[in-house]
C-alpha cells in the first residue's frame, strides 16, 4: 500500500521560501511511470495542481507558478520536497503530495498539511 505524509513548516513569512517534504512509503518513487506532485488549494477555492516529478527525476511545473517553484527529490530517503520562493499571503493553503500518471488520475494521495503565510 503505498503512503505519503506531507511534513514542513506550518508558518511562513512574507518574502520567504515555504518547503515541504512527501515522505513515501509502499512504492519506490523511481518506479516506471509514476509522477509525483504537490497540489494544494487555497481556502474557498478549487485544487490547483503546482508541479510534478518523475520517477526519471525530470520535473514539470504550472504555468502559473513554475517561476517561483521547485520540485527535488532524495531517492535514498524516498522523498520529494516542494520549495516556493517568495512567497505571499496569497500562497496560504493545504499543501497536498500526491502519485499520478500524466494521463491518468491522482491514485494516492497524502492527508494534506496547512500553511499559512503571515508576518
Do not use: H
Not at 477555492?45 to 518523475?54: D, F, H, P
Not at 527535488?72 to 493545504?94: C, H, I, Y
Amino acid at each position: 500500500q503505498v503512503q505519503l505524509q506531507e511534513s514542513g513548516p506550518g508558518l511562513v513569512k512574507p518574502s520567504q521560501t515555504l518547503s515541504l517534504t512527501c515522505t513515501v512509503s509502499g512504492g519506490s518513487i523511481t518506479t516506471n511511470y509514476y509522477y509525483w506532485s504537490w497540489i494544494r488549494q487555497p481556502p474557498g477555492k478549487g485544487l490547483e495542481w503546482m508541479g510534478a516529478i518523475a520517477y526519471s527525476g525530470s520535473t514539470y511545473y504550472s504555468p502559473s507558478l513554475k517561476s517561483r517553484t521547485s520540485i527535488s527529490r532524495d531517492t535514498s530517503k524516498n522523498q520529494f520536497t516542494l520549495q516556493l520562493s517568495s512567497v505571499t499571503p496569497e500562497d496560504t493553503a493545504v499543501y497536498y503530495c500526491a502519485r499520478d500518471l500524466v494521463s491518468g488520475p491522482y491514485d494516492y494521495w497524502g492527508q494534506g498539511t496547512q500553511v499559512t503565510v503571515s508576518s
